[in-house]
């Protein structure tokens, strides 16, 4: 767009007469100059009188007489009059043309009509710009998400975490990956994530809408409008349906009798990467016959989990280690912990990188209160000094 510049309307236009009168060249006032000539004539005829008098009778009077001084200095006086005369008599004409062209500019202004403002666009006032389309902000509405992600377990993941990141319930992530509340995760497990809270379901022969709907509580209108198929549509054997806010039948559910879960108690994942299980002193490395690594102190030093993981045994061993702890970690990874003096944790447990899970003892085959500590991979003794972080 542009600005356009028009006259106002409200102004009267100019006559012949004044536009020819505009046009004329500028001459200096005839009846001004005559004046001054006639003024400046009779001035110097005075002065050419004057003069010659003054000065004759100061030359007749005595040098010391004040009159004297007095004459000089009006004859001097005159001089200066007669030059200033002079210099006025050349430039009269000179100011009398810079007068007639100020009237003419004051007149022009007069006349002038104002300016007014009007949009417009830009080739009325440039020609050869080129102009530029007003390019309005796009604002980017991202669809909410429609498919069946993959996700690979990841160090330190839970299920809960992996629910909340995604957006969607743990029963959700539970029943679409047919997973159990004490289900343990292992390290490039692979999940299904759907994209809202509900049932994953595959169609089987002579599967109807209204029946899936009513089996899983859900509406068979919403579920023909998330998975874009018509009410009337048949349904072929094999074919995937996600039931928004569905439900899992009971029937269907896998579930755990002997350990209920809270949040925090859910299943994690090993992050393979073991931190020391206790505080105090190695009084003893791993070499070809002793394969753990002691660590001494005082009796009831709190031995925490080097890595997440469930408790896979904790009681008595009858072969000298005393009070015992076994963990699974996941992906081939186990720990134990042995000549405890408490236990902290039950068969069972999921626990955390850093949870306590007992004391430091001297039960079993022990000479001292410490920590025998062991890990295992793939059913293989290794130095716990070389995962030690």
Known sequence: MALEALSDKNVPPRSDAEE????????????????????LIFYLGFSIVQVPRHTVAAL??????????????????????IGLGLIALWA??????????????????YYSPPLSLRVGSAATLFPDVIERPLLLETKVVRRPRDDILAYEVRGNDTLVDIAVRNGISLDTLLWANDFAPDQLLYLGTRLRIPPIDGVIYTV?????????????????????????????TTLVEGMELIIPY???????????????????????????????????????????????LDIGNRVGTAIVAADAGQVVFAGW???GYGNRIVINHGNGWVTTYNHLSTFSVTVGDFVKAGETI????????????????????????????????
């Open 92 to 109: 009269t004409p000179l100011v009398a043309e810079q007068l007639s062209d100020r009237a003419l500019i004051e007149e022009h202004e």
């Open 317 to 319: 061993s009858p072969i």
């Open 204 to 232: 089987a022969e002579d599967d109807a809408l209204h029946e899936i709907a009513e089996v899983y509580q859900s509406n068979p209108v919403a579920i023909a409008e998330y998975n874009r198929i018509g009410l009337s």
């Open 358 to 389: 007992g004391g430091m003892g001297n039960t079993g085959y022990s000479s001292g209160p410490h920590l025998h500590f062991e890990v295992l991979y793939n059913n293989r003794f290794r130095d716990p000094l070389s995962v030690l972080s």
């Open 20 to 39: 020819s009168r505009s046009a004329e060249p500028t001459r200096a006032p005839r009846r001004s100059l005559a004046l001054q000539l006639l003024g």
């Open 246 to 292: 569905g439900v899992l039948p009971e029937a269907l559910r896998k579930t755990s009798a002997d350990t209920q879960l809270s949040q925090r108690e859910q299943p994690v994942a090993a992050f393979g990467e073991f931190r020391w299980p206790t505080q105090g002193i190695i009084t003893q490395y791993y070499h070809g016959r002793h394969l753990a």
């Open 60 to 81: 007749r009077k005595s040098a010391t007489s004040p009159w004297r001084r007095t004459a000089i200095g009006q004859a001097i006086g005159h001089v200066v009059v």
